[in-house]
Protein backbone atom coordinates (compact mmCIF):
# COMPACT_ATOMS: atom_id res chain seq x y z
CA UNK A 1 0.00 0.00 0.00
CA UNK A 2 1.35 3.30 -0.98
CA UNK A 3 2.10 5.91 1.25
CA UNK A 4 3.23 8.92 -0.54
CA UNK A 5 0.55 11.74 -1.31
CA UNK A 6 1.29 11.17 -5.19
CA UNK A 7 -2.02 10.23 -7.10
CA UNK A 8 -1.75 6.54 -7.44
CA UNK A 9 2.00 6.39 -6.55
CA UNK A 10 3.32 2.88 -6.09
CA UNK A 11 0.44 1.38 -7.70
CA UNK A 12 0.49 -1.92 -10.32
CA UNK A 13 -0.24 -1.19 -13.88
CA UNK A 14 -2.76 -3.43 -15.87
CA UNK A 15 -3.02 -7.27 -16.51
CA UNK A 16 -2.66 -8.70 -19.78
CA UNK A 17 -5.49 -10.27 -20.31
CA UNK A 18 -7.42 -11.79 -23.75
CA UNK A 19 -10.85 -12.03 -24.57
CA UNK A 20 -13.24 -13.88 -23.11
CA UNK A 21 -15.24 -16.11 -25.76
CA UNK A 22 -18.73 -15.61 -26.63
CA UNK A 23 -20.42 -18.96 -25.71
CA UNK A 24 -18.68 -18.33 -22.31
CA UNK A 25 -20.14 -14.88 -21.64
CA UNK A 26 -23.81 -16.37 -23.52
CA UNK A 27 -23.83 -18.70 -20.65
CA UNK A 28 -24.04 -16.03 -18.25
CA UNK A 29 -27.28 -15.22 -16.53
CA UNK A 30 -27.26 -11.59 -14.45
CA UNK A 31 -30.70 -10.16 -12.87
CA UNK A 32 -30.36 -6.49 -12.73
CA UNK A 33 -33.06 -4.40 -10.89
CA UNK A 34 -33.16 -0.92 -10.82
CA UNK A 35 -34.20 2.31 -11.87
CA UNK A 36 -35.45 2.73 -15.64
CA UNK A 37 -35.20 5.88 -17.40
CA UNK A 38 -35.90 6.99 -21.17
CA UNK A 39 -33.51 8.91 -22.63
CA UNK A 40 -34.55 11.28 -25.05
CA UNK A 41 -32.30 13.76 -27.40
CA UNK A 42 -33.54 16.29 -29.71
CA UNK A 43 -30.92 17.55 -32.10
CA UNK A 44 -30.42 20.86 -34.03
CA UNK A 45 -29.17 23.97 -35.08
CA UNK A 46 -29.19 27.16 -33.40
CA UNK A 47 -29.10 30.23 -35.13
CA UNK A 48 -31.02 32.63 -33.56
CA UNK A 49 -31.59 34.04 -29.86
CA UNK A 50 -35.89 34.09 -28.94
CA UNK A 51 -37.65 37.78 -29.63
CA UNK A 52 -40.21 36.65 -26.72
CA UNK A 53 -36.70 35.75 -24.32
CA UNK A 54 -32.69 35.76 -24.25
CA UNK A 55 -32.93 32.39 -25.13
CA UNK A 56 -31.63 30.46 -27.91
CA UNK A 57 -34.43 28.95 -30.29
CA UNK A 58 -33.49 25.53 -31.46
CA UNK A 59 -34.27 24.29 -34.90
CA UNK A 60 -35.09 20.91 -33.98
CA UNK A 61 -33.78 18.12 -36.76
CA UNK A 62 -33.81 15.04 -35.23
CA UNK A 63 -35.36 13.13 -32.24
CA UNK A 64 -33.30 10.05 -31.07
CA UNK A 65 -34.82 7.73 -27.62
CA UNK A 66 -32.02 5.46 -25.75
CA UNK A 67 -32.40 3.19 -22.61
CA UNK A 68 -31.03 4.80 -19.52
CA UNK A 69 -30.25 4.77 -15.60
CA UNK A 70 -30.96 0.52 -15.33
CA UNK A 71 -31.95 -0.20 -18.23
CA UNK A 72 -28.90 1.41 -20.02
CA UNK A 73 -26.94 -1.52 -17.94
CA UNK A 74 -29.37 -4.71 -18.74
CA UNK A 75 -28.49 -3.57 -22.38
CA UNK A 76 -24.92 -3.32 -21.48
CA UNK A 77 -25.28 -6.68 -20.27
CA UNK A 78 -27.23 -8.40 -23.41
CA UNK A 79 -24.47 -6.16 -25.82
CA UNK A 80 -21.63 -8.60 -23.94
CA UNK A 81 -23.63 -11.43 -25.21
CA UNK A 82 -24.74 -12.47 -21.72
CA UNK A 83 -28.57 -13.24 -20.67
CA UNK A 84 -29.66 -9.86 -19.00
CA UNK A 85 -33.16 -10.02 -17.35
CA UNK A 86 -34.36 -6.50 -16.10
CA UNK A 87 -36.96 -6.37 -13.03
CA UNK A 88 -38.34 -2.56 -13.02
CA UNK A 89 -41.10 -0.62 -12.60
CA UNK A 90 -42.62 2.06 -15.42
CA UNK A 91 -45.90 3.92 -16.40
CA UNK A 92 -48.54 2.63 -17.94
CA UNK A 93 -47.65 5.43 -20.95
CA UNK A 94 -46.08 6.49 -24.30
CA UNK A 95 -42.75 6.56 -22.58
CA UNK A 96 -42.97 3.36 -21.00
CA UNK A 97 -44.00 1.55 -24.26
CA UNK A 98 -41.37 3.31 -26.05
CA UNK A 99 -38.71 1.98 -23.17
CA UNK A 100 -40.12 -1.52 -23.20
CA UNK A 101 -39.33 -1.51 -27.07
CA UNK A 102 -36.04 -0.72 -26.89
CA UNK A 103 -35.81 -3.01 -24.18
CA UNK A 104 -36.81 -5.63 -26.91
CA UNK A 105 -34.55 -4.69 -29.57
CA UNK A 106 -31.59 -4.60 -27.12
CA UNK A 107 -32.11 -8.57 -26.51
CA UNK A 108 -32.86 -7.49 -22.99
CA UNK A 109 -36.23 -9.95 -21.03
CA UNK A 110 -38.02 -7.38 -19.27
CA UNK A 111 -40.27 -8.26 -16.07
CA UNK A 112 -42.02 -4.80 -15.86
CA UNK A 113 -44.41 -3.67 -13.12
CA UNK A 114 -46.78 -0.96 -14.51
CA UNK A 115 -47.63 1.61 -12.33
CA UNK A 116 -50.66 3.70 -13.57
CA UNK A 117 -50.17 6.37 -10.78
CA UNK A 118 -46.77 7.50 -12.00
CA UNK A 119 -45.22 9.05 -15.37
CA UNK A 120 -41.98 6.47 -17.19
CA UNK A 121 -38.63 8.59 -16.09
CA UNK A 122 -37.95 10.42 -18.78
CA UNK A 123 -34.95 12.73 -19.46
CA UNK A 124 -34.98 15.34 -22.51
CA UNK A 125 -32.13 16.61 -23.58
CA UNK A 126 -31.70 19.22 -26.06
CA UNK A 127 -28.75 19.46 -28.04
CA UNK A 128 -27.47 21.97 -31.13
CA UNK A 129 -24.00 20.84 -32.80
CA UNK A 130 -22.94 18.28 -29.75
CA UNK A 131 -23.22 21.23 -27.20
CA UNK A 132 -25.71 20.15 -24.37
CA UNK A 133 -28.22 23.30 -24.05
CA UNK A 134 -30.89 21.60 -21.71
CA UNK A 135 -32.44 18.78 -19.87
CA UNK A 136 -35.70 18.34 -18.47
CA UNK A 137 -36.59 15.71 -16.16
CA UNK A 138 -39.90 13.91 -16.14
CA UNK A 139 -40.02 11.27 -12.49
CA UNK A 140 -42.28 10.25 -9.97
CA UNK A 141 -41.43 7.55 -7.31
CA UNK A 142 -43.53 4.78 -7.91
CA UNK A 143 -46.36 3.25 -5.31
CA UNK A 144 -45.51 0.81 -2.76
CA UNK A 145 -47.46 -1.90 -3.43
CA UNK A 146 -45.79 -2.01 -7.00
CA UNK A 147 -42.56 -2.71 -5.14
CA UNK A 148 -43.78 -5.02 -3.03
CA UNK A 149 -45.06 -6.76 -6.01
CA UNK A 150 -41.97 -6.94 -7.68
CA UNK A 151 -40.06 -7.81 -4.66
CA UNK A 152 -42.28 -10.78 -4.80
CA UNK A 153 -41.28 -11.81 -8.26
CA UNK A 154 -37.50 -11.17 -7.58
CA UNK A 155 -38.11 -14.18 -5.51
CA UNK A 156 -38.78 -16.35 -8.11
CA UNK A 157 -36.10 -14.52 -10.60
CA UNK A 158 -33.24 -14.98 -8.04
CA UNK A 159 -32.92 -19.04 -8.32
CA UNK A 160 -32.53 -18.70 -12.02
CA UNK A 161 -29.71 -15.96 -12.24
CA UNK A 162 -26.24 -15.85 -11.38
CA UNK A 163 -25.59 -12.87 -10.55
CA UNK A 164 -28.06 -10.05 -9.32
CA UNK A 165 -26.81 -6.46 -10.10
CA UNK A 166 -28.60 -3.36 -8.35
CA UNK A 167 -28.65 -0.07 -10.35
CA UNK A 168 -29.85 2.92 -8.21
CA UNK A 169 -30.43 5.99 -9.27
CA UNK A 170 -32.52 7.22 -6.08
CA UNK A 171 -36.12 7.37 -8.23
CA UNK A 172 -37.44 4.79 -5.61
CA UNK A 173 -37.29 1.69 -7.34
CA UNK A 174 -35.11 0.11 -5.04
CA UNK A 175 -37.44 0.95 -1.62
CA UNK A 176 -36.34 -3.08 -0.70
CA UNK A 177 -32.68 -3.10 -1.63
CA UNK A 178 -31.79 -5.23 1.81
CA UNK A 179 -34.11 -7.62 0.92
CA UNK A 180 -32.67 -8.52 -2.18
CA UNK A 181 -29.55 -8.61 -1.12
CA UNK A 182 -30.23 -10.74 1.78
CA UNK A 183 -32.18 -13.11 -0.51
CA UNK A 184 -29.14 -13.51 -2.96
CA UNK A 185 -26.69 -13.90 -0.94
CA UNK A 186 -28.24 -16.50 1.06
CA UNK A 187 -28.73 -18.36 -2.53
CA UNK A 188 -24.84 -17.47 -3.08
CA UNK A 189 -25.35 -15.46 -5.74
CA UNK A 190 -23.04 -12.48 -5.70
CA UNK A 191 -24.81 -8.93 -5.79
CA UNK A 192 -22.70 -5.89 -7.30
CA UNK A 193 -23.82 -2.40 -6.57
CA UNK A 194 -24.50 0.77 -8.26
CA UNK A 195 -24.53 2.81 -5.53
CA UNK A 196 -26.66 6.53 -4.83
CA UNK A 197 -26.71 8.68 -2.00
CA UNK A 198 -24.66 8.57 1.32
CA UNK A 199 -26.58 6.21 3.20
CA UNK A 200 -24.65 3.20 2.10
CA UNK A 201 -25.87 1.11 5.16
CA UNK A 202 -29.42 -0.33 2.69
CA UNK A 203 -26.20 -1.75 0.68
CA UNK A 204 -24.74 -3.96 3.49
CA UNK A 205 -23.78 -7.40 2.27
CA UNK A 206 -22.88 -6.70 -1.16
CA UNK A 207 -20.46 -8.26 -2.97
CA UNK A 208 -19.16 -5.58 -4.89
CA UNK A 209 -19.87 -1.69 -4.83
CA UNK A 210 -18.76 0.70 -7.77
CA UNK A 211 -19.17 4.10 -6.72
CA UNK A 212 -17.10 7.00 -8.27
CA UNK A 213 -15.25 9.35 -6.84
CA UNK A 214 -17.63 11.96 -5.55
CA UNK A 215 -19.86 9.45 -4.87
CA UNK A 216 -17.24 7.84 -2.55
CA UNK A 217 -16.11 10.87 -1.42
CA UNK A 218 -20.07 11.94 -0.17
CA UNK A 219 -19.64 8.99 1.92
CA UNK A 220 -16.09 8.61 3.56
CA UNK A 221 -15.19 12.70 3.11
CA UNK A 222 -12.17 13.58 1.21
CA UNK A 223 -8.63 12.34 1.57
CA UNK A 224 -5.50 13.65 1.21
CA UNK A 225 -3.06 10.92 0.02
CA UNK A 226 -3.69 7.10 -1.23
CA UNK A 227 -2.86 5.63 2.07
CA UNK A 228 -5.35 7.98 3.51
CA UNK A 229 -8.12 6.75 0.72
CA UNK A 230 -6.99 2.73 1.51
CA UNK A 231 -7.61 3.25 5.14
CA UNK A 232 -11.08 4.77 5.06
CA UNK A 233 -12.27 2.32 1.96
CA UNK A 234 -11.02 -0.82 4.48
CA UNK A 235 -13.19 1.09 7.30
CA UNK A 236 -16.46 1.15 5.55
CA UNK A 237 -15.78 -2.33 3.36
CA UNK A 238 -15.56 -3.71 7.28
CA UNK A 239 -18.18 -1.90 8.56
CA UNK A 240 -20.76 -2.62 6.02
CA UNK A 241 -19.27 -6.27 5.20
CA UNK A 242 -18.82 -5.07 1.32
CA UNK A 243 -16.52 -7.52 -0.35
CA UNK A 244 -14.93 -5.62 -2.94
CA UNK A 245 -15.32 -1.66 -3.86
CA UNK A 246 -14.32 -1.12 -7.69
CA UNK A 247 -13.75 2.93 -7.20
CA UNK A 248 -13.94 4.32 -10.73
CA UNK A 249 -11.71 7.55 -11.39
CA UNK A 250 -12.25 9.17 -14.55
CA UNK A 251 -9.16 9.96 -16.72
CA UNK A 252 -7.50 7.98 -13.68
CA UNK A 253 -8.38 4.65 -14.28
CA UNK A 254 -10.57 2.27 -11.76
CA UNK A 255 -8.88 0.91 -8.15
CA UNK A 256 -10.20 -2.49 -6.76
CA UNK A 257 -10.00 -2.49 -2.45
CA UNK A 258 -10.54 -6.53 -1.76
CA UNK A 259 -9.33 -8.56 1.22
CA UNK A 260 -6.12 -9.56 -1.38
CA UNK A 261 -5.30 -5.45 -1.15
CA UNK A 262 -5.82 -3.03 -3.65
CA UNK A 263 -5.02 -2.82 -7.39
CA UNK A 264 -5.02 0.17 -9.48
CA UNK A 265 -6.00 -0.16 -13.57
CA UNK A 266 -4.92 2.67 -15.80
CA UNK A 267 -7.54 4.22 -17.76
CA UNK A 268 -7.23 3.06 -21.67
CA UNK A 269 -9.93 5.22 -23.26
CA UNK A 270 -8.39 7.17 -26.16
CA UNK A 271 -10.50 9.93 -26.97
CA UNK A 272 -12.81 11.31 -24.37
CA UNK A 273 -16.28 12.38 -25.89
CA UNK A 274 -19.32 11.88 -22.93
CA UNK A 275 -19.01 10.17 -20.10
CA UNK A 276 -22.62 9.56 -19.43
CA UNK A 277 -23.22 5.69 -19.30
CA UNK A 278 -19.72 4.90 -18.41
CA UNK A 279 -20.55 4.08 -14.86
CA UNK A 280 -23.39 1.51 -15.51
CA UNK A 281 -20.78 0.07 -18.46
CA UNK A 282 -18.13 -0.78 -16.04
CA UNK A 283 -21.09 -2.33 -13.56
CA UNK A 284 -22.71 -3.98 -16.53
CA UNK A 285 -19.29 -5.67 -17.63
CA UNK A 286 -17.87 -6.66 -14.12
CA UNK A 287 -21.58 -8.27 -13.64
CA UNK A 288 -21.31 -10.33 -17.11
CA UNK A 289 -17.68 -11.33 -16.44
CA UNK A 290 -18.15 -12.52 -13.17
CA UNK A 291 -21.45 -14.77 -14.34
CA UNK A 292 -19.26 -16.42 -17.01
CA UNK A 293 -16.67 -17.32 -14.30
CA UNK A 294 -13.89 -14.35 -14.91
CA UNK A 295 -12.43 -14.06 -11.74
CA UNK A 296 -12.84 -10.56 -9.82
CA UNK A 297 -9.36 -8.73 -11.11
CA UNK A 298 -9.60 -9.54 -14.65
CA UNK A 299 -13.35 -8.73 -14.65
CA UNK A 300 -11.92 -5.29 -13.51
CA UNK A 301 -9.63 -5.17 -16.32
CA UNK A 302 -12.39 -5.76 -19.04
CA UNK A 303 -14.69 -3.76 -17.40
CA UNK A 304 -11.75 -0.46 -17.50
CA UNK A 305 -11.63 -1.50 -21.04
CA UNK A 306 -14.79 -1.48 -22.01
CA UNK A 307 -15.06 2.28 -20.32
CA UNK A 308 -12.43 2.77 -22.46
CA UNK A 309 -14.70 2.62 -24.82
CA UNK A 310 -17.91 3.85 -24.24
CA UNK A 311 -16.81 7.21 -23.36
CA UNK A 312 -15.49 7.87 -26.73
CA UNK A 313 -19.58 7.83 -27.43
CA UNK A 314 -22.40 10.80 -27.34
CA UNK A 315 -25.06 9.73 -24.74
CA UNK A 316 -25.91 6.66 -23.05
CA UNK A 317 -24.57 3.87 -25.63
CA UNK A 318 -24.23 0.22 -24.71
CA UNK A 319 -20.22 -1.20 -25.40
CA UNK A 320 -21.15 -4.19 -27.79
CA UNK A 321 -18.90 -8.07 -27.49
CA UNK A 322 -17.75 -6.78 -30.95
CA UNK A 323 -16.26 -3.81 -29.68
CA UNK A 324 -14.68 -4.98 -26.35
CA UNK A 325 -12.94 -7.51 -28.41
CA UNK A 326 -11.69 -4.73 -30.75
CA UNK A 327 -10.21 -2.79 -27.54
CA UNK A 328 -8.37 -6.19 -26.63
CA UNK A 329 -6.41 -5.58 -29.86
CA UNK A 330 -5.61 -2.35 -29.74
CA UNK A 331 -3.86 -2.64 -26.52
CA UNK A 332 -2.04 -6.28 -27.31
Known amino acids: MPTSSSPLAAMPGPMSVAPVARERLAAARVLVVGDVI ?26 EERLGGAANVAANVAGLCAHASLLCVVGTDEAGERLLALLSASRVEAHP ?42 EALIDTHQVLLLSDYAKGGLAHVEQ ?21 RRYRGATLITPNRKELRDVIGGWSSEAALHARVDTLRRD ?66 AAGVVVGKLGTVPVGYDELVAAHRVQA
Open 113 to 154: HRDPSIATIVKLRVMARHQHLLRIDFEEPPAKEILRAALGQF
Open 180 to 200: MIAGARARGRPVMVDPKGVDW
Open 240 to 305: LSIGALLLTRSEEGMTLFDDRGTVHVPTEARDVFDVSGAGDTVIATMAAMVGAGVPLLEAVVHANR
Open 38 to 63: LDRYWFGTVDRISPEAPVPVLHAQRV
